[in-house]
């Protein structure tokens, strides 16, 4: 994250973004840091493979995207990474896959109070995407209505449950974005 107090702005990956907390915390490096990487990339990578068996040239995956919003007199430029992005004839679909540690099928309500900056990653994703800010050859006319999915995935089954994202997610990060 970089930020600039005498202009008031700052320049961040959405995935900071959703995480940040002031103050210390605990390191998640080391074995089991490491670990879990690999066992988050292993079920992108398996995912992954079933939405292009499914959906084909109509799923793309990792899609970049950025763009500016403006919030409490600040200017944030948000970056980022799309999982999975799905084109339909009607919508789209942004997938946000997650590795959780906990069993599933899981109460959505204790998903969503377990990781509440998982739910602000994704809705950063869909308010940016409603604006054009994919890395995308479709601009925001063309994608139809966005829809946003948080897949989790058990990490040592690779079990998976999808929780769409709601028009109160969706509320909770309303940006305005500025034109570059």
Do not use: C, N
């Not at 990474?81 to 590795?99: G, L, M, N, P, Y």
Request: zero cysteines; aromatic letters at 8%.
């Amino acid at each position: 994250m970089q930020f600039d107090l005498e202009t008031r702005t700052a320049a961040l990956s959405v995935g900071e973004f959703a995480s940040f907390q002031p103050g210390p915390r605990e390191g998640d490096g080391g074995p089991s840091g490491i670990w879990r990487a690999q066992l988050g990339t292993h079920w992108h990578r398996e995912l992954q493979a079933r939405a292009s068996s499914e959906y084909g040239a109509d799923a793309r995956f990792e899609l970049s995207l950025s763009g500016r919003v403006q919030h409490r007199g600040w200017t944030l430029t948000l970056t980022g990474r799309v999982d999975q992005f799905i084109t339909r004839r009607d919508e789209s679909v942004i997938r946000e896959v997650k590795s959780v540690l906990r069993p599933l099928p899981a109460d959505e309500a204790a998903l969503r109070r377990e990781h509440p900056d998982y739910f602000a990653q994704a809705a950063a994703y869909a308010a940016l995407a409603r604006q054009g800010a994919l890395a995308t050859d479709l601009d925001a006319r063309s994608l139809g209505a966005v829809r946003t999915e948080l897949v989790f995935v058990e990490a040592d089954s690779g079990l998976a449950q999808t929780i769409a994202l709601t028009p109160a997610d969706d509320a909770a990060f309303l940006v305005q974005l500025r034109s570059e």
